[in-house]
Nanobody, 122 residues
Framework: VQLQAFGGGLVQAGDSLRLSCAAS????????MGWFRQAPGKEREFVST????????YYADSVKGRFTISRDNAKNTVDLQMNSLKPEDTAVYYC????????????????WGQGTLVTVSS
């Protein structure tokens, strides 16, 4: 499956942004999906994941209550709604897909998109 993330940009603290990930190739519903991010000089970290049918989602503590992951299997898309953005949310955001159950573990994901940059100014 090929993944393409888009929707990043420059926003101010407190603003909202919606990222989208479009999947092509194999049907996206075959995969659990996740969002990760990598800030400059830091390792890639888990943000959120959603099960294949969209019934279960999980979030990193740092984004819980502010970010919402969703998916539309008919459209092969996974979105990340980000509200109340903070400067520490600045990073390149990556969508990823894995076979089987959802996971918070980076190395368990089989496919990765190219990333989209989110910059939050204070």
């Amino acid at each position: 499956v090929q993944l393409q993330a888009f929707g990043g940009g420059l926003v101010q603290a407190g603003d909202s942004l919606r990222l989208s990930c479009a999947a092509s190739g194999r049907t996206a519903s075959s995969y659990a999906m996740g969002w990760f991010r990598q800030a400059p000089g830091k390792e890639r970290e888990f943000v959120s994941t959603i099960s294949r049918n969209g019934g279960t989602a999980y979030y990193a503590d740092s984004v819980k209550g502010r970010f919402t992951i969703s998916r539309d299997n008919a459209k092969n898309t996974v979105d990340l709604q980000m509200n109340s953005l903070k400067p520490e949310d600045t990073a390149v955001y990556y969508c990823a897909a894995k076979r089987g159950d959802f996971s918070t573990t980076r190395w368990q994901y089989n496919y990765w998109g190219q990333g989209t940059l989110v910059t939050v100014s204070s």
